[in-house]
């Protein structure tokens, strides 16, 4: 599978983006799917993982309340809704996709998209 991931921008604060992350190839639905970002100088973070069929997710504290992640099997897209955006938000959004289980770690996901800017005014 290949992913491809969009919808990144320049938000003001308080305000919202829905991240989305399409894929390509077979087997979509067979993986975990995982959303995570990298601000500038600092080390990638993981931001919300979603299970297969879409009943197991996880949130990193910091976004927890604000963000949610979906996915639409039918689509071979993963979403993330993302609203009262703050400026510690701002960083380069990945997706990524991995059959180790629902998991935090960067390194059990081994497909990987390039990426999507988000950028917070506040």
């Known amino acids: 599978v290949q992913l491809q991931a969009c919808g990144g921008g320049l938000v003001q604060a308080g305000g919202s983006l829905r991240l989305s992350c399409a894929a390509s190839?077979?087997?979509?639905?067979?993986?975990?799917m995982g959303w995570f970002r990298q601000a500038p100088g600092k080390e990638r973070e993981i931001v919300s993982t979603i299970s297969w069929g879409g009943g197991r997710t996880y949130y990193a504290d910091s976004v927890k309340g604000r963000f949610t992640i979906s996915r639409d099997n039918a689509k071979n897209t993963v979403y993330l809704q993302m609203n009262s955006l703050k400026s510690e938000d701002t960083a380069v959004y990945s997706c990524?996709?991995?059959?180790?289980?629902?998991?935090?770690?960067?390194?059990?996901?081994?497909?990987w998209g390039q990426g999507t800017l988000v950028t917070v005014s506040s």
């Open positions: 990524a996709a991995g059959r180790m289980g629902v998991t935090t770690d960067s390194n059990a996901y081994n497909v």
């Open positions: 190839g077979r087997g979509f639905n067979t993986y975990v």
